[in-house]
T-cell receptor
Framework: DGGITQSPKYLFRKEGQNVTLSCEQN?????MYWYRQDPGQGLRLIYY???????QKGDIAEGYSVSREKKESFPLTVTSAQKNPTAFYLC???????????????FGPGTRLTVL | SQELEQSPQSLIVQEGKNLTINCTSS?????LYWYKQKYGEGLIFLMM?????EEKSHEKITAKLDEKKQQSSLHITASQPSHAGIYLC??????????FGQGTELSVKP
């Protein structure tokens, strides 16, 4: 089955700790994305990567870091610098077509992070 | 900056009734996407519209994009409890970034 997996589904973190969220895809997609979803605020882009070993900041990158060492994997680290990390995190991937409007993003099941 | 506004924010309908959700952009969209989300789960891709005036249907769901590519509607015919969830529209702006509306929460009463 082709798709996007995220783990864990639920994650609890103490204040001051870094935590890494996993995202893996077997769709052979070039582009991968991380979004944060908060009630009433829709989805906000954290980081995205259009190719291996390259990534760009999205709208709310502060307090987060990513790596893209393999095409299939795009882990997100939530650092202690992120002031309000409790949220639902969604990973997505797409083929990475060059023309805007032709590049459908497919989403994973999400990880709910709670800071205690 | 470009934004997507969805209306209504929430909707409660009786099973069997038709309903429409709207998505409006302040600027031209280069691709309009509709997704469905169950609470606490990921987004499921429904449809993509690209051309002005385009209309697509899948089962009982029809999506349309206006000629100016700034407004889209999602219409559900004869709603069922399985249609309940949050519907989100997303659109690519000229720079290729995908922006999302706030979502419309749909409840279907049996």
């Amino acid at each position: 089955d082709g798709g996007i997996t995220q783990s864990p589904k639920y994650l609890f973190r103490k204040e001051g700790q870094n935590v890494t969220l996993s995202c893996e895809q077997n769709l052979n997609h070039d582009a991968m994305y991380w979004y944060r979803q908060d009630p009433g605020q829709g989805l906000r882009l954290i980081y995205y990567s259009q190719i291996v070993n390259d990534f760009q900041k999205g709208d709310i990158a502060e307090g987060y870091s990513v790596s893209r060492e393999k095409k299939e994997s795009f882990p997100l680290t939530v650092t202690s610098a992120q002031k309000n990390p409790t949220a639902f995190y969604l990973c997505a991937s797409s083929m990475g077509a060059g023309t805007p409007g032709t590049d459908t993003q497919y989403f994973g099941p999400g990880t709910r992070l709670t800071v205690l | 900056s470009q934004e997507l506004e969805q209306s209504p924010q929430s909707l409660i309908v009786q099973e069997g009734k038709n309903l429409t959700i709207n998505c409006t952009s302040s600027k031209t969209l280069y691709g309009l996407y509709w997704y469905k989300q169950k609470y606490g789960e990921g987004l499921i891709f429904l449809m993509m519209l690209q051309k002005g005036g385009e209309e697509k249907s899948h089962e009982k769901i029809t999506a349309k994009l206006d000629e100016k590519k700034q407004q889209s509607s999602l219409h559900i015919t004869a709603s069922q409890p399985s249609h309940a969830g949050i519907y989100l529209c997303g659109g690519h702006n000229q720079g290729g970034k995908l922006i999302f509306g706030q979502g419309t929460e749909l409840s279907v009463k049996p």
